[in-house]
């Protein structure tokens, strides 16, 4: 079983002794993982112990109990806190209650009173952590979101966003599937008849809608419907082309069907077939556009886009949302992941029966975003393969597809292999313009890593990982070598006396000076400087 972990907090050792060795914290649950004599030391203790009870005194030297719950509970919000004092002071009761205390108890604390509490603070911690373990639960949740999900999903392929890149993981995340080999879309749109429109609700029709086309094709065709927005869409999935036809005169039926049962014109919308998830938008796009046309051929009946407009569209395999992809990996994807990403479009390209002309639009237009995206994180290309590339001269010269992917793989990796070496520059500067920071500034007693962040304009999550990946130790560690580092220094090379040096240091407080420059060395500065 796991045990929670508790640091207690208190200026007298003999009373931190006192409540360690008083109870048995493993027959309860807990372990006492560590202790302090300040709040300053349990907040160094906490970030590196991730305590789940702080117990603590109020009255101490350098920072007082509350002053140090409230930083705590910044750093670690579920904590729980336990405060005992020799002092019963209403104000702070009150401050106590305001932070969420557990208990509020007087100085000497009882062993038995304390072990109350603490079965307490266990049972609370017990049904949260319950809570958060009960996969049933959670699973219950999963299973009845699903659906949703998977309308989420269909939704975006439908809007045009870039989901189907990540087609295959979204199916395997959220365990549906969604491929086939041709796809086509449908639009419904409403309008109630009569004079009292107002007074019809449109969404309760829509979902008559649904149900009605759910009824209809089942058992028919593999089809997907939902309600969005005011229009009722349905995504069909066809084993083969035959089945274009079928779907059409279904939804020609459906209309008619709504029309005599909701009491409204019921028109849709048919967008042409497509052999894949990339062009679902544009059918899509194509049955809301057909719909539009029932201002020429009339109301409740299903409109093909193309027998409204026959002209034939070649579907868009080279757009600039397969570009945005590509460049996404090469800012941030791996050399297998980038390679991967290009492969595939290309063999998506081959099935597309793409024109020379498009394949050379698609080139140029690959290249300017490209140096666009070289430009963006100032790179110099001069003297690279990327400076001086004629897009029409190289198609022309290549003999297969897979060497088209083969050169695109080639010059993209240059790319990415400058922005990741750029990005890892930039974490050293970071690092190095942060340790000079602290260098010129560690004398100021307010240093603090929200001062460092805003002087080097970096959020202070981002910063905290980046420096202690460069450094190998936190802000605070650093910043307290750095101090101590110098305070022996000026011990050795001067005469100033060790409260002076303190201040010089960034300690407004000799005291506590002294306290950590003998847990640092071993040593108090007095007998230092014998």
């Not at 009292?196 to 029709?205: A, H, S």
């Not at 035959?242 to 919308?269: P, R, T, W």
């Not at 890892?424 to 942060?434: I, R, S, Y």
Request: a negative charge.
């Amino acid at each position: 079983m796991d045990l929670y972990k508790v640091i207690l907090v208190d200026d007298e050792e003999e009373v931190r002794e006192a409540i360690r060795r008083r109870i048995n914290w493993e027959e309860i649950g807990f372990t006492v993982v560590g202790t302090a004599e300040n709040g300053e030391d349990a907040l160094e203790l906490a970030e590196n112990c991730e305590p789940d009870v702080v117990m603590t005194d109020i009255q101490m030297p350098f920072m007082d109990g509350l002053t140090m719950i409230r930083k705590l509970k910044e750093m670690i919000p579920d904590l729980r806190s336990v405060i005992f004092s020799g002092y019963d002071d209403f104000e702070y009761a009150k401050e106590a209650i305001r932070l969420e205390a557990e208990e509020y108890i007087l100085k000497p604390v009882d062993a038995e009173e304390l072990k109350e509490i603490f079965l307490r603070i266990k049972g609370r911690l017990d049904e949260k952590l319950k809570q958060r373990r009960n996969v049933e639960l959670l699973s219950k949740y999963y299973e009845e979101s699903r659906p949703m999900m998977k309308e989420q999903l269909i939704i975006g392929l439908l809007e045009g966003r870039e989901l189907q890149f990540d087609l295959e993981r979204y199916q395997n995340d959220y365990g549906f599937r969604i491929e086939s080999a041709f796809y086509c879309c449908g639009a419904f749109r409403i309008t109630p008849l009569g004079d009292d429109r107002e007074k019809l609700n449109k969404n309760l029709m829509a979902v008559s809608l649904k149900q009605i086309v759910a009824e209809r094709f089942k058992g028919v065709l593999a089809v997907e419907a939902f309600v969005y927005l005011d229009t009722v869409c349905v995504l069909a999935r066809l084993k083969s082309t035959q089945q274009y036809n079928i779907f059409i005169e279904e939804m020609d039926k459906i209309c008619k069907i709504a029309h005599k049962s909701l009491d409204a014109n019921v028109s849709a919308g048919i967008g042409r077939i497509y052999g894949n998830a990339e062009s679902i938008h544009t059918s899509f796009l194509e049955a809301k556009d057909a719909f539009h046309h029932r201002i020429f051929v009339g109301e409740n009946q299903a409109i093909c886009i193309s027998d409204v407009d026959p002209s034939s569209s070649v579907e868009d395999y080279v757009s600039e949302k397969q570009i945005r992809h590509i460049m996404r990996q090469v800012k941030t994807g791996t050399e297998a992941s980038l390679e991967k990403e290009i492969r595939d479009f290309i063999e998506k390209l081959k099935r597309s029966e793409v024109s020379l002309s498009q394949l050379q639009i698609f080139y140029a237009e690959f290249m300017v975003e490209l140096l666009r995206l070289s430009r963006g994180h100032g790179i110099n290309i001069g003297g690279t393969e990327l400076a001086n590339i004629n897009t029409y001269e190289e198609l022309e010269g290549f003999s297969s597809m897979d060497e088209f992917a083969d050169r695109l793989i080639k010059i993209t990796g240059i790319l990415r292999e400058k922005i990741s070496s750029g990005r890892m520059d930039t974490t050293k500067k970071l690092a190095e313009d942060a340790r000079q920071y602290i260098q010129d500034h560690y004398g100021d007693s307010k240093l603090s890593v929200d001062d460092l962040c805003m002087h080097l304009g970096v959020g202070a999550s981002y910063f905290s990982a980046v420096f202690k990946k460069e450094t190998g130790m936190s802000f605070v560690t650093y910043l307290t070598n750095v101090r101590m580092n110098e305070a022996q220094r000026l011990l050795d090379t001067t005469d100033e006396k060790s409260y002076i040096i303190a201040g010089m240091v960034g300690y407004e407080e000799p005291n506590y000076f002294s306290y950590v420059f003998k847990r640092h060395f071993g040593i108090s500065p007095s007998k230092y400087r014998q």
